[in-house]
């Protein structure tokens, strides 16, 4: 990160916000984040196991859809509890240093920077919608029957697990351009 660029003073509320709200997860972000760049090169290889592993499962279990979205909801809210507990208990404070702060601070302006990309993405769109109601219309539906197009040709669990691997993978290629 360049220190010499200077923050406005609502984009450090906002990172001051995040911070706050993932004090709990500070200590597991850190080597997540090492894992998700893929730090070593093998942890490429975990990551598409990890994925491969979770929709070999759900291929063979076979969940309806409302089934697989209350066990997948259900899993995060039980880690989305241990997980700061446990940390709490686990890791001392003590062992805390600066080096792990600026790199907690890191990765808090990236979780930032990709929510001001999404509301960027919602405010042009919906700009587009207001100030050119055809050219929306047009690439909406567009993109949308594309979509359907895609979805009629591959399996559904296929393109998901292609998109699973997908989102597994871009992190790394989005963490090497910056």
């Known amino acids: 990160m360049d220190e010499s660029i200077v923050k406005l003073p609502e984009e450090e509320s906002n990172l001051s916000g995040i911070k706050r709200d993932l004090e709990g997860w500070r200590e597991v972000l850190l080597p997540s984040y090492r894992f998700l760049i893929w730090e070593q090169k093998y942890f490429a290889g975990i990551i ?65 920077h990709v ?36 979805g009629n040709l591959i399996p559904n669990l296929f393109l998901t697990y292609l998109l699973g691997e997908c989102l597994g993978f871009i992190n790394n290629k989005l963490h090497i351009y910056t």
């Open 48 to 112: 598409m196991a990890i994925i491969s592993t979770v929709f070999l499962m759900l291929w063979y279990f076979e969940p309806t859809i409302l089934t697989a979205g209350a066990l997948f909801a259900l899993v995060l809210c039980i880690v989305d509890y241990v997980v700061p507990l446990a940390a709490s208990n686990i890791f001392d404070p003590d062992n805390w240093t600066g080096e792990k702060e600026k790199q907690y601070e890191e990765i808090c302006e990236r979780m930032l």
């Open 115 to 150: 929510r001001e990309h999404a509301v960027s993405l919602v405010t042009l769109l919906a700009d587009t919608k207001h100030n050119k109601p055809k050219a929306y219309f047009l690439s909406v539906m567009g993109a949308l029957a594309f979509t359907a197009w895609i």
